[in-house]
């Protein structure tokens, strides 16, 4: 992965976190888009800014959407 990019997953919530900006100030995230719900499944959140510019995505249901090898390179929270 490039270095820009930052992973966390959150076991508790079975919620990954891909980071797409090297700045993240809390609350930056004004806007959140769903991407892909499947029910029983997990969704799929975008998360921007105020100037519309992709900070992140959250994989909520990550263990059922994403590949264990990937969810493994991910830092714990």
Known sequence: MSELLDVTYAA???ALYLYLA???????AV????AESAPDRGEIIL???SQGV???LE???ASTLLSA???????TE
Do not use: N
Not at 69 to 75: D, H, V, Y
């Open 31 to 34: 806007r959140q888009v769903i």
């Open 47 to 49: 998360d921007f800014d």
């Open 59 to 61: 994989v909520l249901g």
């Open 12 to 14: 508790a919530e079975d």
């Open 22 to 28: 090297s700045e993240r100030p809390r609350g930056s």
């Open 69 to 75: 090898e990937l969810i493994a390179t991910a830092a």
């Open 54 to 56: 992709l900070l992140g």
